[in-house]
Nanobody
Framework: QVQLVESGGGLVQARGSLRLSCAAS????????MGWFRQAPGKERDFVAA????????YYANSVKGRFTISRDNAKNGVYLQMNSLKPDDTAVYYC???????????????????WGQGTQVTVSS
């Protein structure tokens, strides 16, 4: 089992940057595929980015491609989301998630993830 804690959210102006972090507990972090999702008020939870167990594969939603970068540091049990050129439409609660059964893949569906953090709020002002 793994526990996830997000941090790094906040209020930023449009075109600004933020770096989200997700700290994972447990000694087997490297055996999980990881993902970032976001949920705006009144909307469903949407896929943002995913990374496989060793960081060799990544995948992004079209809406963030070229602006966001997902990475991980297995030695530090962390996964990160660097967000640049932020837009007001990026405003949401951001969640990290872990999947244990197919760590070699990048996974986009929220239903396949086994563990979730509590989320961190990102607000982008215009």
């Amino acid at each position: 089992q793994v526990q996830l804690v997000e941090s790094g959210g906040g209020l930023v102006q449009a075109r600004g940057s933020l770096r989200l972090s997700c700290a994972a507990s447990g000694r087997t972090f490297s055996s999980y595929a990881m993902g970032w999702f976001r949920q705006a008020p009144g909307k469903e939870r949407d896929f943002v980015a995913a990374i496989n167990w060793d960081g060799g594969s990544t995948y992004y939603a079209n809406s963030v491609k070229g602006r966001f970068t997902i990475s991980r540091d297995n030695a530090k049990n962390g996964v990160y989301l660097q967000m640049n050129s932020l837009k007001p439409d990026d405003t949401a609660v951001y969640y990290c998630a872990a999947e244990r059964d197919t760590p070699q893949y990048v996974l986009t569906g929220p239903g396949v993830y086994d563990y979730w953090g509590q989320g961190t709020q990102v607000t982008v002002s215009s």
